[in-house]
């Protein structure tokens, strides 16, 4: 049976754009658009929680 994938989200009303998860993510999941990260390649998050640990807006929730 498949393992189930992590899935990402980042609430856009509380993100600053500041870059942190972007830069801790250590498989580039995220992007940024302009003030705002996307969650670009959702296929390759390994659900570390780096994202959701290091947002210092509560931004982003990472569902295993
Ligand atoms: S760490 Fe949080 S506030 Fe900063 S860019 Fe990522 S989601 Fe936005
Ligand atoms: S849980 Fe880890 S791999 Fe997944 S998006 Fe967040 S930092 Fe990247």
Known sequence: MEKKKPVVVVNKRYCKGCHICAEFCP????????FTAV?????DCIGCMQCELRCPDFAVTVTQ
Request: proline share 8%; hydrophobic share 40%.
């Open 27 to 34: 498989t580039s999941v995220f992007v940024m658009h302009g």
């Open 39 to 43: 969650v670009k390649n959702p296929d």
